[in-house]
């Protein structure tokens, strides 16, 4: 049998990072979190004048394709995971349940809220102090695109799936 996949679900500066890691040091998990991939992997790259959006999104997509394979791998040898895949669209999370549910992992996903002046202030501090959860400055206008785009889980999506609101 395969290893539990845990999903860390909520907006920017809820606390998901703090979590994960929390969780996978009581686990004895894999943690993996996008962030901290994406700001290793082109944080130092230029970044286009025109279409940042699909710049980012092409990337994003390349290292959630990684960080599945990584997290498979170590599900099939029975290694738990807790991922914090920034998957915080509906249709983003559908996708990748898809490729939990065609592997056969079982799955318990968290979700991590908190309100926006909050959050806010959380990624400001974090910006400035550069503690053990930061991956990458996250702009205010990021933050508040990200804020907008958030879709916490509907009534439908917690009656399908293990879902905790932490």
């Known amino acids: 049998m395969a290893a539990q996949l845990d999903l ?11 979590f994960a890691a ?11 979190v996008l ?11 230029p970044r286009p004048e025109t279409d940042r959006i699909g710049w ?10 990684q960080l599945w394979q990584v997290a498979a791998a170590a599900c099939d040898v029975d290694v ?14 559908d996708a990748f349940y898809r490729r939990v549910d065609d592997a056969g992992y079982p799955l318990l996903v968290h979700v ?5 002046e909050v959050r806010r202030e959380r990624v400001l501090r974090r910006n400035v102090e550069r503690g053990p959860t930061f991956a990458q400055v ?3 206008e990021i933050f ?4 907008d785009l958030w879709e916490p889980p509907d009534e439908d999506e917690v009656r399908a799936r293990a879902i905790r609101f932490a």
């Open 8 to 18: 860390v679900l909520g907006p920017v500066g809820a606390g998901k990072s703090t």
């Open 22 to 32: 929390a969780l996978g040091l009581r686990q004895r998990a894999l943690v993996l």
């Open 35 to 45: 962030d901290d991939w994406m700001a290793r992997l082109y944080g130092a790259d």
């Open 56 to 65: 980012y999104l092409e990337r994003r997509d390349r290292c959630l394709d």
């Open 80 to 93: 738990p995971v807790v991922l914090e895949l920034g998957l915080i669209q509906r249709r983003d999370r």
């Open 112 to 116: 991590l809220d908190a309100p926006r």
């Open 138 to 140: 996250v702009p205010p």
């Open 144 to 147: 508040e695109l990200a804020s």
